[in-house]
């Protein structure tokens, strides 16, 4: 059984730092493109950053380039999204997905969702 657990969010003032983590189980972690996402309130959910099953390629959101880093440890089968300079913009739930196959950007290319996490920033 695949699961895939968020944890990290709270709340944060702007420009502050926050970051996230995504566990995988029940699957061969290092075969697998990790993703993150958001989705605000009222919002579709939206791409936010991934890495390739070695770590080696990473994609970012241009909202959010310069600011996040997606990181990986195979060995503990845990994906990060290190976020600085936070924005009230990037409050939402974030969210991390597993697929097996190369780097996408789109939510329904992605098998195994977490339940997400709130991050709320305060201006």
């Known amino acids: 059984q695949v699961q895939v657990v968020e944890s990290g969010g709270g709340l944060v003032q702007a420009g502050g730092s926050l970051r996230l983590s995504c566990a995988a189980s029940?699957?061969?972690?290092?075969?697998?493109?990790v993703g993150w996402f958001r989705q605000a309130p009222g919002k579709e959910r939206e791409f936010v950053a991934a890495?390739?099953?070695?770590?080696?390629?990473?994609a970012y959101a241009d909202s959010v380039k310069g600011r996040f880093t997606i990181t990986r440890d195979n060995a503990k089968n845990t994906v990060y999204l290190q976020m600085n300079s936070l924005k009230p913009e990037d409050t939402a739930v974030y969210y991390c997905?597993?697929?097996?196959?190369?780097?996408?950007?789109?939510?329904?290319?992605?098998?195994?969702w977490g339940q997400g996490t709130q991050v709320t920033v305060s201006s």
């Open positions: 997905a597993a697929r097996n196959g190369l780097v996408r950007t789109t939510p329904n290319h992605f098998t195994y």
């Open positions: 029940g699957l061969t972690f290092s075969n697998y493109a």
């Open positions: 890495t390739s099953e070695s770590g080696a390629y990473t």
